[in-house]
């Protein structure tokens, strides 16, 4: 079954409550009863929906409202004024035709009744364009919205894309320099890297899907990469997780924790001839989840945050979640140690 349109159920109840309207106010205030009025009332109501509606294709076909404000204006106005000697017109054809008794049809000339009932219908005209104007407008507008609300998400999606297409060789590339340092020395511990690196692309492979995935998920590629990078570092490298089993399920931007991880083993830990610590850390905090990975080392004093890391992450918390997600880079107060702390909103009812 076909559906009606909106347009026809407002212009057809628009037209309903103008003959009911004045069938009231002639049932209750007229004083002298009309033989004639149900039929001229129901001939102007069919005249007014059959010149409405044509005024309508008409506004339609010139593409009205693709037009500057003002033209629409001016468009309107002259529509008004011609559909309405148009309405005169056709009244009073079809009253002389069907005979009916309305007043003054018999004592002025044809021109003179069609401008008197054009005159009268202007009125009417003007309102149901400022209606139709109006409710076009407004749909006009939404879609203007819809369409650059569209348009930013599209925009952010690719900028996102980008970031992600940085991140997997940046990561990548550092996995391999690790594999190849364990070649020659030791090929047992070369083949276990590579098994590990296979865990880790497999896994950001998946996540490359998806603007968000669970904690957990992010959680396993960085035990993944700090397994690969503890084979190259030995007892160089310790690493340490605190992590608040409640923050597992909240959902976070893939391989971004990891990209911080990745900075503190070769910002930090790399640097220091005694090698370091790596810890990872999880928590809620009133309606955020605080992530930090703390490395041994020290920022120095001149540091300007531009490193792709840094960067990155700015980025990509800016494009997610605006104003409400924060990142720092920070030395810790009296220790030798560096904390990147990411803050992002909590998703998930805890």
Same mark, same amino acid.
């Given at each position: 079954m076909r559906k009606i349109s909106l347009y026809w159920v407002f212009q057809l109840s628009g037209w309903t409550a103008y003959f009911l309207v004045? #069938?009231?106010?002639?049932?209750?205030?007229?004083?002298?009863? &009309?033989?004639? =009025? =149900? %039929?001229?009332?129901?001939?102007? #109501? !069919?005249?007014?929906?059959?010149? #409405?509606?044509?005024?309508?294709?008409?506004?339609?076909?010139?593409?009205? =409202? !693709?037009?500057?404000?003002?033209? %629409?204006? !001016?468009?309107? @106005?002259?529509?008004?004024?011609?559909?309405? =000697?148009?309405?005169?017109?056709?009244?009073?054809?079809?009253?002389? /035709?069907? &005979?009916?008794?309305?007043?003054?049809?018999?004592?002025?000339?044809?021109?003179?009744? @069609?401008?008197?009932?054009?005159?009268?219908?202007? !009125?009417?005209?003007?309102? /149901?364009?400022?209606?139709y104007f109006t409710y076009h407008y407004i749909q006009t507008n939404r879609k203007e919205q819809l369409k650059a609300l569209q348009l930013q998400a599209l925009v952010q999606e690719m900028e996102l894309n980008t970031i992600k297409a940085h991140i997997n060789p940046h990561f990548i590339f550092n996995a391999l320099n690790s594999i190849r340092a364990l070649v020659d020395e030791n090929p047992q511990r070369a083949r276990t890297a590579i098994t590990e690196l296979s865990n880790i692309l497999r896994s950001s492979m998946q996540s490359e899907k998806q603007t968000t995935v669970k904690f957990e998920q992010e959680l396993n590629i960085i035990k993944d990469y700090l397994a690969l990078e503890h084979i190259r570092f030995e007892d160089r490298l310790t690493i340490v997780f605190e992590i608040d089993e409640e923050t597992l399920d909240n959902p976070v931007p893939p391989m971004m924790l990891q990209t911080l991880a990745e900075n503190a083993i070769k910002h930090g830990v790399s640097k220091q001839l005694a090698g370091g610590t790596v810890k990872v850390v999880s928590y809620f905090t009133d309606n955020s989840h605080v992530m930090e990975v703390i490395n041994t080392g020290r920022l120095p004093d001149n540091i300007n945050g531009d490193g792709f890391g840094v960067s990155g992450t700015i980025n990509r918390l800016k494009l997610l979640y605006g104003k409400k997600a924060s990142f720092s880079l920070f030395n810790l107060p009296s220790e030798q140690q560096v904390c990147a702390r990411l803050e992002i909103p909590v998703q998930i009812l805890v």
């Open positions: 004045y #069938t009231f106010f002639n049932v209750t205030l007229s004083a002298k009863s &009309q033989p004639t =009025f =149900f %039929q001229i009332l129901l001939v102007d #109501t !069919l005249i007014g929906i059959l010149v #409405t509606h044509a005024m309508r294709t008409v506004l339609k076909r010139s593409n009205l =409202f !693709l037009q500057p404000l003002p033209k %629409q204006l !001016l468009h309107l @106005s002259a529509a008004t004024t011609i559909f309405s =000697f148009i309405y005169g017109l056709l009244s009073v054809i079809a009253f002389t /035709w069907l &005979q009916l008794n309305v007043k003054g049809l018999r004592e002025y000339s044809f021109l003179n009744n @069609s401008v008197r009932m054009a005159f009268g219908a202007s !009125l009417f005209l003007a309102i /149901w364009n400022f209606i």
